[in-house]
DNA sequence: TAGGCCATCTGGTCCT
DNA sequence: AGGACCAGATGGCCTA
C-alpha cells in the first residue's frame, strides 16, 4: 500500500523512464539515488513520505522536460554524428532557427509582391510609382529594417545580416548562431 | 585540476 | 492538503 516508499527505494524512487535516462545522463547508472541531501533521518515519517513523493514527481517533471527538449533538437537541423546540443545550446539555436525561418518566409512575401507588381505594370515601365516601390521594398527587405524589425530584441545581435542567413536548412550555419543569443 | 553540464534533492511559493 | 513550479545546493562525469 505504501508504494514501498522505503528511504532507499524512495528517491531512488527509480521512477518509470530509468531506460531512457539511463542512456541520456552519463551518470546515472543506478536511476536515481544519486544524492542525498537534508536530515539524514528524513524528518518524521509522514513528512518524509510526503518529500519522496514530491521529489518523485519533480523528477518526473523533469524528465518530461528533457523529453521535450529532446523531441526540440530532433526537429532542428543537426547533424546526427554530431554531438548532443546542450539544453541551453538547443533552447537558443532553436529561437534563432525561427527566426530565420520566419526571416525567409517574410522575404519570400517580398519577394512574391515584388513580382506581382513588376508583372501588374509592364505598361509603363518607367513609371515613378513602380519605381519607388521596388526600390523602398529592396531596401527594407534586406537591411536595417528587416532585421531590427523582427527579430526580438535579445536576438538582434546574434544571427548577423540577413543575407547570410539564407541557408536555413544549412544546419551548421544555423548553429553558428547559437552562441550569441541572450 | 578547473570549469561546464547535468541529475537529483530540497524547501519555498503559488494554485487548485 | 496536495500538486506544480521554481531556484539553490550538491555531487558526479567529462573535457581542455
Redesign the pocket.
Given at each position: 500500500m505504501d508504494l514501498a516508499l522505503s528511504d532507499t527505494d524512495?528517491?531512488?524512487?527509480f521512477?518509470a523512464r530509468?531506460d531512457d535516462?539511463n542512456s541520456?545522463?552519463?551518470?546515472?547508472?543506478s536511476?536515481?539515488?544519486?544524492?542525498?541531501?537534508?536530515?539524514a533521518d528524513?524528518?518524521p515519517p509522514?513528512?518524509?513520505n510526503?518529500?519522496?513523493?514530491?521529489?518523485?514527481?519533480?523528477?518526473?517533471?523533469?524528465?518530461?522536460?528533457?523529453d521535450a527538449l529532446e523531441i526540440l533538437r530532433e526537429v532542428l537541423p543537426a547533424c546526427p554524428e554530431e554531438t548532443?546540443?546542450?539544453?541551453?545550446?538547443?533552447l537558443r539555436f532553436a529561437h534563432n532557427y525561427i527566426w530565420a525561418l520566419s526571416e525567409t518566409l517574410r522575404n519570400a512575401d517580398l519577394e512574391a509582391e515584388r513580382s506581382f507588381h513588376r508583372a501588374e505594370a509592364p505598361i509603363n515601365p518607367g513609371s515613378s510609382s513602380s519605381e519607388a516601390w521596388s526600390c523602398s521594398s529592396s531596401s527594407s527587405s534586406s537591411s536595417s529594417s528587416s532585421s531590427s524589425s523582427s527579430s526580438p530584441v535579445y536576438c538582434a545581435s546574434s544571427p548577423g545580416s540577413p543575407e547570410n542567413y539564407f541557408q536555413p536548412q544549412d544546419a551548421m550555419f544555423l548553429r553558428a548562431f547559437v552562441p550569441p543569443v541572450y
Open positions: 524512495t528517491s531512488s524512487g521512477s530509468s535516462e541520456r545522463s552519463p551518470c546515472a547508472t536511476p536515481v539515488m544519486k544524492k542525498r541531501r537534508g536530515r528524513g524528518g509522514v513528512k518524509r510526503r518529500r519522496v513523493k514530491a521529489n518523485d514527481r519533480e523528477r518526473n517533471r523533469m524528465h518530461s522536460l528533457n548532443k546540443m546542450t539544453k541551453i545550446e538547443t
